[in-house]
């Protein structure tokens, strides 16, 4: 058993990490897309329907779910009422979790520890956002809090991630049409994988020009620098390895790692950041590999779907992961490291670019890619053989983030 | 008089300078008669400006580079504060980190209030500051929407180092009614020109001259600048020669690059007028309503030095030609653009949280870690730096004059603002204060990482639905 050190208060201690301790046996996403003909109970009911026929786990066989939704009011309501009506759960415990753009992945998180904890043997992690309901282009305006909403400027998103194109800039001495070419890649090559991908949204190519050509949103974010906004559900099944064979499973996909951090203030109110990387990023990073007892990234990761909220924001997160150079991201992304034939493909569903950002499902649908693509069964996107994979989130804005990051692979 | 002198001036009109031919061309149609007042450019208020936020910065300009802790007193004369029940000369002195024993007045319903808070200001002891600030707005297509600018002005009294001492004050008290604003009326109503001129200028005024003249025992011919009210050119000249004034006495209007301000009209003038002034030259200043307010000046010996540090702060904000009329109308609030769904965003401010961070959110203040001495924006009872977060109390630590600069930024046409792009960014202080903070009165093309700031007090946003606004310190650059 893997075991790795954290120096804390009570002195040195020993965690042995969740690797290989939980299965992932059945998962299920829906269509992504523009869904003006159904509810979010109906996004919930689509997912589950596919993982739970993958799995062959009823309902009623649940212990516990976790249930991620990030815009509540504007859709299904608080608590965790929503998904235990959704799907007519037998009055199991269901938590509602909410972390930002981490939801999905909290959710998996909730369940995944209480299942490796022993707590329960069957746990859902479900995950759905209704965005095209909130009549808004983007994300609706939320509010940071009483205090901080009376000095923080009235942010959007592409705005807050812009700024770390701007410091990249300048941190990193690279020209902006450099950037601004390299930004374009990383959304050429998603929207290229996203077109063969049914489920997704954006189901169409664009060539380069369209994209460094589009209207900006916000400098020097153009419309394609920008993922798109749409509903959509996914989840998950998850249960300990062997009970996994009692169901029948003999391809069996293990969570490696499942890593969280989140910022305590010191990116957006000390000195020693400079606004070029998400420090919570690399965090998260170095926990779950280490947790996954991944040596390097690049050699063993075979593929990764990160938070591609905007072109930058993958571009960054490529160095943040370890997947290329401090300041070398953009010239990695221009080579075609990330590409669908490249040393890591990255995004090969299509990502957030094609899929939207429904919040809460969407830290699960990139485990689903993954689960897939582990299980080859991702069809006309399946990549050979692949036997670990990531999946990285990140929430709020570069200067106050949480930031997940998992490894699932293979464990026969 | 009280023995209290002018220590220091300052006016600040805002950067925008609306071009009047913008004006006439978009209402030509409904007004040809316009065009004779289509010449050169009035100032307008950024969306974030208003007359209390520009009495913050006439009254940082006046202050800078001293100790405020002696003014005991502020005065702030305006006909648009920002509210009817909540005193703007309460939120400025808070903004300007004055003593909470200041007594804070706030004086309007005429345009002379300015004049008339310097009056009650002279009348008392100790240093005092005496701001007027007004932004009027104009119906589209009136004269007054050409002769009418934004503005602000601060006079700082005190007894020793006056750059001008107060020599006599005279006053006519007439209810001359020229024109008026209802309560709660959005514009002005003026009565015809010629009559206006006829019998109330050239009656009130001269007797108004004459008067303080014979009080101070002084000849027309002593006075070395006379400073009028905003009146065509051609009048005030016309009352300088009747008074036996050369026409180069007669201090410019300022009609032509800012337009007629309102309560601080004198004061902006006063401030041109010194700033051309020598010592011992006798300055003769005129506020004109419902009668008027005559104040002899004497520049003394301290003007010199005053007079580089004026220039100076003129070089603060260098006008902006704009030629935007539809934004100068949806930033006065006569044209309702549609800025999308996030414009419909609730800015209800919770005020229990706002009085127990006003100290930050009017004061700018920071804390500074008492173990490691981090400066650090919001103060906090832990250290914000990641190697340090000791828990204790933090010194304060003031962070409006401090000098700032970009870290991060961006301009973002997706979130709400009046003013799209919004620019906002990562902002650092010298002190080493990091502030995520809108950026103001920037163009465009001048934002860069390592922009150097200047932090000024603006509207954080505007609670239609209530009434309220809400006021935060941004980020503009620095000359």
């Given at each position: 058993m893997r075991q790795y050190g954290l120096d804390t208060a009570l002195g040195e201690r020993f965690m042995t990490g969740i690797c290989d301790k939980v299965a992932i046996v059945g998962m299920g996403c829906s269509r992504f897309g523009e869904r003006w003909e159904c509810d979010a109970e109906d996004l919930m009911l689509e997912a589950f329907r596919e993982a739970s026929a993958d799995a062959g786990v009823e309902a009623g066989d649940l212990d516990a779910a976790w249930f991620g939704c990030y815009f509540d009011d504007a859709s299904?309501?608080?608590?965790a009422l929503p998904l235990a009506n959704a799907l007519r759960l037998k009055n199991i415990p269901v938590t509602r979790v909410e972390n930002m753009c981490a939801t999905g992945t909290e959710a998996l998180r909730g369940a995944v520890y209480a299942v490796a904890a022993g707590a329960c043997d069957i746990a859902l992690a479900l995950g759905v956002e209704k965005l095209k309901d909130t009549g808004y282009g983007g994300l609706p305006v939320g509010t940071p809090g009483a205090f901080t909403e009376q000095w923080r400027p009235n942010t959007s998103s592409p705005g807050s991630f812009a700024q770390l194109a701007s410091a990249y800039r300048a941190e990193h001495r690279v020209k902006g049409e450099d950037l601004k070419r390299a930004m374009a890649h990383v959304s050429w090559k998603s929207h290229k994988n996203g077109a063969i991908n049914p489920k997704a949204h954006l189901r169409r190519a664009v060539d380069l020009d369209t994209i460094i050509g589009a209207p900006m949103v916000a400098e020097p974010l153009g419309l394609f620098d920008c993922c798109g906004v749409s509903d959509g559900a996914a989840c998950a099944i998850v249960t300990r390895p062997e009970i996994a064979r009692e169901l029948g499973k003999t391809e069996i996909v293990t969570v490696k790692a499942l890593q969280l951090a989140v910022s305590n203030g010191s990116e957006a109110g000390h000195g020693g950041w400079n606004g070029s990387y998400i420090h919570c990023g690399r965090l998260a990073g170095q926990r779950a590999l280490e947790e996954a007892g991944v040596r390097s990234a690049p050699d063993e990761i075979d593929l990764m779907e990160v938070h591609d909220c905007f072109s930058i924001t993958e571009l960054v997160t490529m160095e943040d992961l370890g997947f290329a150079e401090e300041g070398q991201g953009w010239r990695a992304v221009l080579d075609g490291?990330?590409?669908?034939?490249?040393?890591t493909p990255c995004?090969?569903?299509?990502g957030l670019k094609c899929f939207g950002h429904p919040i809460g499902a969407s830290g699960l649908r990139m485990a689903y890619e993954v689960y897939l693509q582990l299980l080859g069964?991702?069809?006309?996107?399946q990549l050979p053989s692949p036997t670990l994979g990531l999946t990285h989130n990140l929430g709020g804005e570069p200067a106050r983030c949480v930031v997940s990051v998992a490894v699932f692979g293979r464990n026969d | 008089m009280s023995g209290l002198g002018i220590v220091d001036a300052a006016a600040y009109v805002p950067a925008m300078r609306l071009d009047r031919g913008a004006i006439f061309a978009a209402n030509s149609w409904a007004n040809p008669a316009l065009r004779g007042l289509a010449r050169g450019s009035r100032s307008i208020c950024n969306w974030d400006e208003d007359s209390l936020t520009m009495g913050v910065e006439a009254a940082r300009r006046c202050l800078?580079?001293?100790?405020?802790?002696?003014?005991r007193r502020l005065y702030f004369a305006s006909t648009t504060p920002p509210f009817a029940d909540r005193q703007s000369a309460t939120v400025i002195g808070e903004a300007l980190n004055l003593s909470g024993q200041l007594a804070a007045v706030d004086l309007g319903n005429s345009r002379n209030a300015g004049m008339q808070a310097l009056c009650e200001a002279l009348r008392g002891d100790g240093q005092a500051l005496v701001i007027a600030a007004d932004a009027r707005r104009a119906k589209p297509a009136s004269v007054q929407e050409l002769q009418y600018g934004h503005g602000s002005a601060a006079l700082l009294l005190g007894?020793?180092?006056?750059?001008?001492?107060?020599?006599a004050e005279y006053r006519l008290t007439r209810d001359f009614v020229d024109q008026f604003r209802g309560s709660g009326e959005d514009f002005d109503y003026r009565w015809e020109e010629r009559w206006i001129r006829d019998r109330g200028l050239r009656e009130i005024i001269p007797g108004l001259v004459q008067g303080i003249l014979k009080k101070a025992g002084t000849a027309p011919g002593d006075l070395a600048r006379l400073v009028l009210p905003a009146a065509p050119p051609r009048m005030t000249a016309a009352m300088a020669k009747a008074l036996g004034l050369p026409p180069e006495a007669v201090q410019d209007g300022r009609l032509g690059d800012v337009g007629d301000t309102g309560a601080p009209h004198p004061f902006l003038l006063m401030v041109d007028a010194l700033a051309e002034s020598r010592p011992g030259d006798l300055v003769l200043v005129i506020g004109f309503a419902q009668g008027g307010i005559a104040l002899l000046l004497k520049a003394t010996g301290n003007l010199p030095r005053w007079q580089k540090r004026n220039a100076r702060r003129l070089a603060l904000s260098p006008p902006r030609p704009e030629s935007a009329y539809t934004k100068y109308l949806s930033f006065s609030g006569l044209l309702p653009m549609d800025f999308g769904m996030r414009a419909e965003a609730d800015a209800k401010t919770q005020l229990s949280v706002f009085d127990r961070h006003r100290a930050e959110l009017t004061g700018f203040a920071g804390g500074r870690c008492p173990v490691c001495n981090t400066v650090q924006f919001p103060r906090s009872s832990r250290c914000v730096n990641p190697d340090c977060n000791a828990e204790g109390e933090q010194e304060v630590v003031l962070l409006a004059d401090e000098p700032g600069a970009v870290t991060s930024f961006t301009q973002d046409w997706l979130a709400y603002t009046p003013h799209p792009p919004l620019q906002y960014g990562l902002a650092s202080t010298e002190s080493g204060a990091r502030v995520l903070m809108e950026f103001t009165e920037c163009p465009l093309k001048q934002m860069q990482v390592g922009l150097r700031l200047r932090f000024v007090f603006r509207i954080h946003a505007i609670d239609s639905q209530r009434g309220y606004r809400r006021y935060f310190w941004k980020g503009a650059p620095a000359p």
């Amino acid at each position: 058993m893997r075991q790795y050190g954290l120096d804390t208060a009570l002195g040195e201690r020993f965690m042995t990490g969740i690797c290989d301790k939980v299965a992932i046996v059945g998962m299920g996403c829906s269509r992504f897309g523009e869904r003006w003909e159904c509810d979010a109970e109906d996004l919930m009911l689509e997912a589950f329907r596919e993982a739970s026929a993958d799995a062959g786990v009823e309902a009623g066989d649940l212990d516990a779910a976790w249930f991620g939704c990030y815009f509540d009011d504007a859709s299904v309501g608080k608590s965790a009422l929503p998904l235990a009506n959704a799907l007519r759960l037998k009055n199991i415990p269901v938590t509602r979790v909410e972390n930002m753009c981490a939801t999905g992945t909290e959710a998996l998180r909730g369940a995944v520890y209480a299942v490796a904890a022993g707590a329960c043997d069957i746990a859902l992690a479900l995950g759905v956002e209704k965005l095209k309901d909130t009549g808004y282009g983007g994300l609706p305006v939320g509010t940071p809090g009483a205090f901080t909403e009376q000095w923080r400027p009235n942010t959007s998103s592409p705005g807050s991630f812009a700024q770390l194109a701007s410091a990249y800039r300048a941190e990193h001495r690279v020209k902006g049409e450099d950037l601004k070419r390299a930004m374009a890649h990383v959304s050429w090559k998603s929207h290229k994988n996203g077109a063969i991908n049914p489920k997704a949204h954006l189901r169409r190519a664009v060539d380069l020009d369209t994209i460094i050509g589009a209207p900006m949103v916000a400098e020097p974010l153009g419309l394609f620098d920008c993922c798109g906004v749409s509903d959509g559900a996914a989840c998950a099944i998850v249960t300990r390895p062997e009970i996994a064979r009692e169901l029948g499973k003999t391809e069996i996909v293990t969570v490696k790692a499942l890593q969280l951090a989140v910022s305590n203030g010191s990116e957006a109110g000390h000195g020693g950041w400079n606004g070029s990387y998400i420090h919570c990023g690399r965090l998260a990073g170095q926990r779950a590999l280490e947790e996954a007892g991944v040596r390097s990234a690049p050699d063993e990761i075979d593929l990764m779907e990160v938070h591609d909220c905007f072109s930058i924001t993958e571009l960054v997160t490529m160095e943040d992961l370890g997947f290329a150079e401090e300041g070398q991201g953009w010239r990695a992304v221009l080579d075609g490291a990330f590409d669908r034939d490249g040393a890591t493909p990255c995004q090969i569903d299509g990502g957030l670019k094609c899929f939207g950002h429904p919040i809460g499902a969407s830290g699960l649908r990139m485990a689903y890619e993954v689960y897939l693509q582990l299980l080859g069964r991702a069809g006309d996107r399946q990549l050979p053989s692949p036997t670990l994979g990531l999946t990285h989130n990140l929430g709020g804005e570069p200067a106050r983030c949480v930031v997940s990051v998992a490894v699932f692979g293979r464990n026969d | 008089m009280s023995g209290l002198g002018i220590v220091d001036a300052a006016a600040y009109v805002p950067a925008m300078r609306l071009d009047r031919g913008a004006i006439f061309a978009a209402n030509s149609w409904a007004n040809p008669a316009l065009r004779g007042l289509a010449r050169g450019s009035r100032s307008i208020c950024n969306w974030d400006e208003d007359s209390l936020t520009m009495g913050v910065e006439a009254a940082r300009r006046c202050l800078a580079g001293r100790s405020p802790d002696g003014v005991r007193r502020l005065y702030f004369a305006s006909t648009t504060p920002p509210f009817a029940d909540r005193q703007s000369a309460t939120v400025i002195g808070e903004a300007l980190n004055l003593s909470g024993q200041l007594a804070a007045v706030d004086l309007g319903n005429s345009r002379n209030a300015g004049m008339q808070a310097l009056c009650e200001a002279l009348r008392g002891d100790g240093q005092a500051l005496v701001i007027a600030a007004d932004a009027r707005r104009a119906k589209p297509a009136s004269v007054q929407e050409l002769q009418y600018g934004h503005g602000s002005a601060a006079l700082l009294l005190g007894r020793e180092g006056a750059i001008a001492d107060v020599v006599a004050e005279y006053r006519l008290t007439r209810d001359f009614v020229d024109q008026f604003r209802g309560s709660g009326e959005d514009f002005d109503y003026r009565w015809e020109e010629r009559w206006i001129r006829d019998r109330g200028l050239r009656e009130i005024i001269p007797g108004l001259v004459q008067g303080i003249l014979k009080k101070a025992g002084t000849a027309p011919g002593d006075l070395a600048r006379l400073v009028l009210p905003a009146a065509p050119p051609r009048m005030t000249a016309a009352m300088a020669k009747a008074l036996g004034l050369p026409p180069e006495a007669v201090q410019d209007g300022r009609l032509g690059d800012v337009g007629d301000t309102g309560a601080p009209h004198p004061f902006l003038l006063m401030v041109d007028a010194l700033a051309e002034s020598r010592p011992g030259d006798l300055v003769l200043v005129i506020g004109f309503a419902q009668g008027g307010i005559a104040l002899l000046l004497k520049a003394t010996g301290n003007l010199p030095r005053w007079q580089k540090r004026n220039a100076r702060r003129l070089a603060l904000s260098p006008p902006r030609p704009e030629s935007a009329y539809t934004k100068y109308l949806s930033f006065s609030g006569l044209l309702p653009m549609d800025f999308g769904m996030r414009a419909e965003a609730d800015a209800k401010t919770q005020l229990s949280v706002f009085d127990r961070h006003r100290a930050e959110l009017t004061g700018f203040a920071g804390g500074r870690c008492p173990v490691c001495n981090t400066v650090q924006f919001p103060r906090s009872s832990r250290c914000v730096n990641p190697d340090c977060n000791a828990e204790g109390e933090q010194e304060v630590v003031l962070l409006a004059d401090e000098p700032g600069a970009v870290t991060s930024f961006t301009q973002d046409w997706l979130a709400y603002t009046p003013h799209p792009p919004l620019q906002y960014g990562l902002a650092s202080t010298e002190s080493g204060a990091r502030v995520l903070m809108e950026f103001t009165e920037c163009p465009l093309k001048q934002m860069q990482v390592g922009l150097r700031l200047r932090f000024v007090f603006r509207i954080h946003a505007i609670d239609s639905q209530r009434g309220y606004r809400r006021y935060f310190w941004k980020g503009a650059p620095a000359p």
